[in-house]
């Protein structure tokens, strides 16, 4: 009999999410004048935060006890204010349309004409390593203005470029990117410009940049985040789970932080990959850009409360780690039958995947996707007695958040104490019950409760089925498996097998292939003992084995015949999944 004709996938994949982080604390200001929108933000020398109003023509400035002053522009200016940041010489230097804009911590305000060029949209500004400020200046290139308002621009050595996010590097030197032409470009202050092809995939233009907690350039690139060496390439990327991500800042708190227009969230961005969105709490209100106050708190604008057209500048406390995660009592439990005995969790055996439950889990929702299981996931991972498990899954949303992980095949029989770490916090140690054998029937729906997944060749089709009641809901095809057919079907935790499968790997490292569980458990047709002509390794899926049967003659029939596994000592069972007999 053929050990392996087909397979079906026994992973569940939680679905891609940000957790919504704890321990939230938001002040919200409103802007004196209504239909004001506050766009770009900006921490001045006298330690408030300065903003845009794009529709109101002013500038405004809130103190970090949360005054609200205006200062409107000149009378003859017409075009929308953008991008703000503080200048070397204590002023806050801002965009229009066809000018650069001035203002002292006074609230006196200073216009510099844009020569020579049609009025149009022109974004970010930043203080330059050599005294001056830089901005993308649209069409014009880059524009450079010292404080005395003297202007130079650097036209683009591709025509038709569009420049954004112009950020002074680690290296001294102007980054931005060009969304026209699908590139990065590094400006000297002398004005020598090098550029850098980005792929479409995970290597986009860069939208927003920022000097991470790490020294790096990190940018925000549509849907990725990277992080951008100094010769112009993308080191790491990360997709990026929101709807529309824009302005990024660095926290003192060692992570990275930008603002979810249409998601209405706040988002924390560490440097492994782990993304918490904190939900802003008036509901449509349209955060726009964010920068780290003087005060420690991240500020952010945003554009206005729908309800009534009001801007407000937005106010989020550094949020209090939690104190680590939390393995929940009795929640470690086998995998595919999810089994407890009083609420109590069952002992698991060694090779086995598990699910382990936590009260909390701010991490990034992932599952593995190679062929041999990672030790870590998500900036989770998990240890058994010191020795890192293999990771399957990490799932942090939903009533009960979860971690599966493989149980290392040298974690001996007796007791093991279990730490799962998030972001390099510990939860407390738990201590869990290993038995040689704790075998678990993987089922659908996978909740250990449903129909068995056992595979079979259908005599009516000569074709592969699942032995399953045709109105099963199953998307495989399905069928009664005749009495006296052969047939197979996945558990996990039968424990030791020889030759040893390396922890993480679903391959048998024997020549033939062929890995035996150390001790060949019973299994139970409707009560009836099914022969067993193997149980071993299932090639290609890690910590699962596959147990070869034939379903006996005297078996009942019927769409919901009870399958049970027994270890071989008879001392455990499996929890019971139902298969369909004819």
């Known amino acids: 009999m053929s050990r392996i004709a087909w397979t079906v996938s026994l992973i569940l994949v939680a679905p891609a999410a940000i957790p919504v982080g704890l321990a939230q604390t938001f002040t919200e200001y409103k802007v004196p004048t209504a239909m004001s929108w506050p766009s770009g933000i900006a921490v001045g020398s006298d330690g408030a935060l300065w903003f845009t109003e794009k529709f109101s023509l002013k500038?405004?400035?809130?103190?970090?006890?949360?005054?609200?002053?205006?200062?409107?522009?000149?009378?003859?200016?017409?075009?929308?204010?953008?991008?703000i940041a503080g200048g070397p010489d204590g002023a806050l230097w801002f965009v229009l349309p066809d000018a650069i804009g001035r203002t002292t911590t006074s609230g006196v305000i200073t216009l510099y004409a844009i020569p020579g060029i049609v009025p149009q949209p022109i974004g970010g500004i930043t203080a330059g390593p050599d005294g001056a400020m830089w901005f993308d200046a649209g069409n014009n290139g880059i524009g450079r203005i010292t404080t005395s308002g003297a202007?130079?621009?650097?036209?683009?050595?591709?025509?038709?470029?569009?420049?954004?996010?112009?950020?002074?590097?680690?290296?001294?030197?102007?980054?931005?990117?060009?969304?026209?032409?699908?590139?990065?470009?590094?400006?000297?202050?002398?004005?020598?410009?090098?550029?850098?092809?980005?792929?479409?995939?995970?290597?986009s233009t860069p939208n927003y940049m920022t000097i991470g907690p790490d020294g790096a350039l990190w940018a925000i690139a549509s849907i990725w985040m990277e992080r951008i060496t100094a010769a112009g390439t993308v080191s790491t990327s990360f997709m990026i789970p929101s709807a529309s991500p824009q302005s990024l800042t660095s926290g003192p708190d060692g992570a990275m932080w930008y603002v979810d227009y249409q998601a209405n969230t706040i988002v924390r961005f560490t440097t492994d990959g782990v993304f918490t969105a904190y939900t802003?709490?008036?509901?449509?209100?349209?955060?726009?850009?964010?920068?780290?106050?003087?005060?420690?708190?991240?500020?952010?604008?945003?554009?206005?409360?729908?309800?009534?057209g009001v801007g407000k500048i937005g106010r989020l406390a550094i949020p209090t780690a939690p104190a680590g995660p939390t393995i929940l009592s009795g929640g470690i439990v086998n995998a595919a039958s999810y089994a407890q005995t009083n609420g109590a969790g069952n002992p698991v055996a060694p090779g086995a995947l598990?699910?382990?439950?936590?009260?909390?889990?701010?991490?990034?929702?992932?599952?593995?996707?190679?062929?041999?299981?990672?030790?870590?996931?998500?900036?989770?991972?998990?240890?058994?007695?010191?020795?890192?498990?293999?990771?399957?899954?990490?799932?942090?949303?939903?009533?009960?958040?979860?971690?599966?992980?493989?149980?290392p095949f040298e974690i001996t029989p007796g007791t093991a104490s279990v730490v799962i770490t998030v972001n390099n916090t510990p939860s407390a140690a738990v201590s869990e019950t290993i038995v040689p054998s704790q075998p678990g029937i993987f089922t659908i729906p996978a909740t250990g409760q449903g129909n068995a997944i056992l595979v079979f060749t259908n005599p009516a089709t000569?074709?592969?089925?699942?032995?399953?009641?045709?109105?099963?809901?199953?998307?495989?095809?399905?069928?009664?498996?005749?009495?006296?057919?052969?047939?197979?079907?996945?558990?996990?935790?039968?424990?030791?097998?020889?030759?040893?499968?390396?922890?993480?790997?679903?391959?048998?490292?024997?020549?033939?292939?062929?890995?035996?569980?150390?001790?060949?458990?019973?299994?139970?047709?409707?009560?009836?003992?099914?022969?067993?002509?193997?149980?071993?390794?299932?090639p290609g899926f890690p910590g699962v084995f596959q147990v070869n049967i034939t379903i006996p003659q005297n078996a009942p029939t019927g769409n919901n015949v009870n399958l049970v596994v027994v270890s071989a000592d008879g001392s455990v069972t499996s929890n019971t999944a139902t298969i369909a007999v004819q």
């Not at 949360?66 to 991008?83: H, K, N, Q, R």
């Not at 802003?280 to 009534?308: C, H, Q, R």
């Not at 060949?520 to 193997?534: H, Y």
């Open 151 to 203: 202007m130079t621009f650097y036209k683009l050595p591709v025509s038709g470029g569009s420049p954004a996010a112009i950020t002074t590097g680690p290296d001294g030197n102007l980054w931005f990117g060009d969304g026209n032409h699908t590139l990065l470009y590094r400006l000297t202050p002398a004005g020598v410009f090098t550029q850098f092809p980005m792929n479409q995939g995970q290597e």
């Open 59 to 83: 500038i405004g400035r809130i103190t970090t006890s949360g005054v609200v002053t205006e200062y409107p522009l000149p009378s003859t200016e017409t075009g929308e204010p953008a991008g």
């Open 462 to 538: 000569n074709q592969a089925a699942i032995a399953a009641p045709s109105n099963s809901g199953i998307t495989y095809p399905t069928a009664p498996i005749p009495r006296g057919s052969n047939g197979f079907f996945y558990v996990t935790g039968l424990g030791a097998m020889t030759p040893t499968v390396p922890d993480g790997s679903g391959t048998c490292p024997a020549s033939n292939g062929i890995c035996n569980a150390n001790a060949t458990p019973t299994v139970l047709v409707g009560g009836i003992t099914a022969p067993v002509a193997f149980a071993g390794q299932a």
């Open 354 to 407: 598990v699910a382990i439950f936590t009260s909390q889990l701010s991490a990034q929702a992932a599952s593995f996707t190679t062929e041999t299981l990672p030790p870590s996931l998500g900036g989770v991972s998990v240890t058994f007695n010191g020795v890192t498990a293999p990771m399957v899954q990490v799932a942090p949303t939903g009533q009960y958040p979860y971690i599966s992980a493989q149980v």
């Open 280 to 308: 802003v709490p008036t509901s449509n209100s349209y955060p726009t850009a964010i920068v780290t106050g003087s005060d420690g708190a991240l500020w952010f604008t945003e554009k206005a409360d729908t309800t009534n």
